[in-house]
């Protein structure tokens, strides 16, 4: 069965902080891996991985995506309070191969 | 920018009424999703639809429909509201098969 799971399913930190959100995925003809931000509106997107090893980077976000393993990472450097939000992957699952199903989120908390 | 649209921030219904809840992109993307949100549970899919007229079950279809009469709209119906469908409703539409998904800016629904 097609699914994805991340790991924490919370995490507060201190701002200054680095952190690694984790994003395993068991997907049948796999094709890409997507991140979201989600503070307390709609999602927003922030990657769509589909190479394995190559890093895509936006500011402090960084996210690589490992084929081998099954897994995605997002890191987050030097964290300030405007990054609390919830951290959703999502993977097209096959099949009829439109369906976008996300995994349960990871909340980041960073404190002052 | 592609603009995903709901047509309600919140709603308040009472048990056994019919709900209607709307969405409209105006990118012509082909694919159009509905999600409910509950705490601990992430984003679950309900239906999709990737042409107009057309439609596949999700995750959780129990208690709904939907309608795609054009491209640009989909509809989420509950045909007899229940409590247990309290709950935020995210639209989102997507280009092509395993592109990025954009999402409105989702409908709190309470059923009393």
């Known amino acids: 069965e097609d699914k994805v799971v991340q790991s924490p399913l919370s995490l507060v930190v201190h701002e200054g902080d680095t952190v690694t959100l984790n994003c395993s995925y068991e997907?049948?003809?796999?094709?890409?891996l997507l991140w979201y931000k989600q503070e307390k509106k709609a999602p927003t997107f922030l990657f769509m991985l589909?190479?394995?090893?190559i890093e895509k980077k936006s500011g402090r976000l960084s996210s690589i995506l490992d084929k081998k393993e099954l897994f995605s990472i997002l890191n987050i450097t030097a964290t300030q309070t405007g990054d609390s939000a919830v951290y959703l992957c999502?993977?097209?699952?096959?099949?009829?191969?439109?369906?976008?199903?996300f995994g349960s989120g990871t909340q980041l908390t960073v404190l002052p | 920018d592609v603009k995903v649209t709901q047509s309600s921030r919140y709603l308040v219904k009472r048990t056994g009424e019919k709900v209607f809840l709307e969405c409209v992109q105006d990118?012509?993307?082909?694919?159009m999703f509905w999600y409910r949100q509950d705490p601990g549970l992430g984003l679950r899919l309900i239906y999709f639809?990737?042409?107009?007229?057309?439609?596949e079950k999700g995750d959780i279809p129990e208690g709904y429909s939907v309608s795609r009469e054009k491209k640009e709209r989909f509809s989420l119906i509950l045909e007899s509201a229940s409590t247990n469908q309290t709950s935020m409703y995210l639209c989102?539409?997507?280009?092509?098969?395993?592109?990025?998904?954009?999402f409105g800016q989702g409908t709190r629904l309470t059923v009393v």
């Open positions: 639809s990737y042409d107009v007229k057309m439609k």
């Open positions: 999502a993977a097209p699952f096959s099949g009829s191969a439109r369906q976008l199903t």
């Open positions: 589909t190479s394995s090893g």
């Open positions: 997907v049948t003809n796999f094709r890409s």
């Open positions: 990118m012509d993307h082909e694919n």
């Open positions: 989102a539409s997507s280009l092509g098969r395993y592109t990025e998904a954009f």
